[in-house]
């Protein structure tokens, strides 16, 4: 079935180090391609999102490109900071079911 | 507007006893959903609930574990003869259609004694 698998965690960085967290999908069809992310003590919350290929989403200096020819969709920050410490989801939809599916969420620490 | 709620926010029952947990998606919303999230896990699907069809059960970890939604409101998780293993935070969230947002409650922590 259609899903997401994402880079084990957990991912431990310097402040101010370059962040890459890699999402890889399988579906059929064209999925529409997201990133949540859950902060100490909080609900998840969308981070980003692309709805087609090539699309970038971003937010809050995170961008995320879907690369429909490597199937992927991977998250990058240039310069991470403190308060970016999270566990991060990426998850697709599909619509042959109109599905939402979460990888299992990779935990990022940041210290200064 | 209102986002998710989920009740109770906290539950401590025994081993052997049943919970229910509740959820109120936001409004108008078809999707609904059902995670468990263990601590420092990442998340567990367990059911799917889309309009008037069948839901997907295919998460529920054993015959323990239930859950129903009337119409596009309310839903109840179930779990019979709690065990400790089931311990963790039990998530709802829910969206409108298609490839929109997603939004979660805050969840129930569960602890079984």
């Known amino acids: 079935g259609d899903s997401v698998t994402q880079m084990e965690g957990p991912v431990t960085l310097s402040e101010e180090a370059f962040l890459t967290i890699n999402c890889t999908y399988t579906?059929?069809?064209?999925?529409?391609l997201f990133w949540y992310v859950q902060y100490p003590g909080e609900g998840l919350q969308l981070l980003l999102k692309?709805?087609?290929?090539?699309d970038k989403g971003s937010n809050k200096g995170f961008e995320a490109t879907y690369r429909k020819e490597t199937t992927s969709f991977h998250l990058e920050k240039g310069s991470v900071q403190v308060s970016d410490s999270a566990v991060y989801f990426c998850?697709?939809?599909?619509?042959?079911?109109?599905?939402?599916?979460f990888g299992a969420g990779t935990r990022l620490t940041v210290k200064p | 507007g209102a986002g998710v709620s989920q009740s109770p926010s906290n539950k401590v029952t025994e081993k052997g006893k049943d919970v229910e947990l509740r959820c109120d998606p936001i409004?108008?919303?078809?999707?609904l959903y059902w995670y468990r999230q263990r601590l420092g896990q990442g998340l567990e699907f367990l059911i799917y609930?889309?309009?008037?069809?069948?839901?997907?059960k295919s998460g529920l970890p054993s015959d323990r574990f239930s859950a129903e939604r009337t119409g596009e409101s309310v839903s109840t998780l179930t779990i019979q003869r709690t065990q400790q293993e089931d311990s963790a935070v039990y998530l709802c969230?829910?969206?409108?259609?298609?490839?929109?947002?997603?939004?979660f409650g805050p969840g129930t922590r569960l602890t079984v004694l």
């Open positions: 969230a829910s969206r409108i259609t298609g490839p929109d947002t997603q939004y």
């Open positions: 579906a059929t069809g064209y999925p529409s």
């Open positions: 692309a709805t087609k290929a090539d």
């Open positions: 998850a697709l939809w599909t619509y042959n079911n109109n599905d939402m599916r």
């Open positions: 409004s108008g919303h078809t999707a």
């Open positions: 609930f889309q309009g008037n069809s069948a839901p997907d």
